[in-house]
């Protein structure tokens, strides 16, 4: 859904698990996607955050907390805030870094995995 500015998806954590989700939205454009769970454990918290990698902010809201990752600037950690327990957690989402979209579709493999040794090299 489109809200102000951003676009927002809001899933499911079981299903945000799956690696192509986060790739798919990333890809129709998506800069924030909201997910809910029972509880925010570490796995989930790792989840949110690897997943920032395709470009894409992610909200975790659940009875014990919530959190926020935003996508990584560079080769850096993805930024992330979080509360525990009942609360308030917010994060100014930078929608520039979310629309900056990489895919590895782009990518020439074959020229990337070429022997040296065709080009006349050794």
């Keep these: 859904m489109h809200y102000g500015p951003a676009k927002v998806a809001m899933v499911p954590f079981d299903c945000f698990a799956h690696p192509e989700l986060a790739v798919a ?3 129709l454009g998506c ?3 909201v997910l809910s769970e029972d509880k925010i454990e570490n796995d989930n ?3 949110c955050g690897i997943k920032t990698v395709e ?3 992610v909200a975790l809201c659940a009875s014990n907390g919530g ?3 935003m996508v990584p600037g560079g080769h850096e950690r993805w930024e992330e805030r979080s509360i525990e327990g009942p609360g308030v957690c917010s994060y ?3 929608i520039v870094r979310t629309r900056e979209k990489r895919f590895q579709d782009r990518l020439d493999f074959e020229l990337l ?3 040296p040794t065709q080009h006349g090299r050794k």
Excluded: G, P, Q, Y
């Design 45 to 47: 918290r790792l989840l």
């Design 31 to 33: 800069d924030l996607v």
């Design 113 to 115: 995995l070429k022997n």
């Design 92 to 94: 100014e989402i930078d």
């Design 55 to 57: 470009n894409i902010a």
């Design 67 to 69: 959190l926020v990752a």
């Design 25 to 27: 939205f990333s890809k």
